[in-house]
């Protein structure tokens, strides 16, 4: 499993914008799929946004498509979600996570499935 550690969170009003950080321990990055998912109050934990080892293919939800943007640096182990045009919708706590490449490939990486490591989760409140 990889240890991942999520920053970057925070209270922000609608419109303006947050980077969410994270840096993984544990396995060799460059190959792993990682992975962006946000939960609600009272709602079920739901995908967001997701990009592929080596070849950083970009994956989002219709409901972020064109504000967020999720990137990654393997030379320093982290992956990135810049949001913009934030929303009240978007409150949530943001989860990281990491899934074998193979894995990946194999399940594709906007369900919960392929993922075998997760982050603590780092709370993002959108004021209106």
């Known amino acids: 499993q990889v240890q991942l550690v999520e920053s970057g969170g925070g209270l922000v009003q609608a419109g303006g914008s947050l980077r969410l950080s994270c840096t993984a321990s544990?396995?060799?990055?460059?190959?792993?799929?990682m992975g962006w998912f946000r939960q609600a109050p009272g709602k079920e934990r739901e995908f967001v946004a997701a990009?592929?080892?080596?070849?950083?293919?970009?994956s989002y939800a219709d409901s972020v498509k064109g504000r967020f943007t999720i990137s990654r640096d393997n030379a320093k182990n982290t992956v990135y979600l810049q949001m913009n045009s934030l929303r009240p919708e978007d409150t949530a706590v943001y989860f990281c996570?990491?899934?074998?490449?193979?894995?990946?490939?194999?399940?594709?990486?906007?369900?919960?499935?392929?993922?075998?490591?997760w982050g603590q989760g780092t709370q993002v409140t959108v004021s209106s």
């Open positions: 544990g396995r060799t990055f460059r190959y792993d799929a």
């Open positions: 996570a990491a899934a074998r490449g193979s894995t990946a490939l194999a399940m594709g990486v906007t369900t919960l499935d392929p993922y075998d490591s």
């Open positions: 990009i592929t080892g080596l070849t950083g293919r970009t």
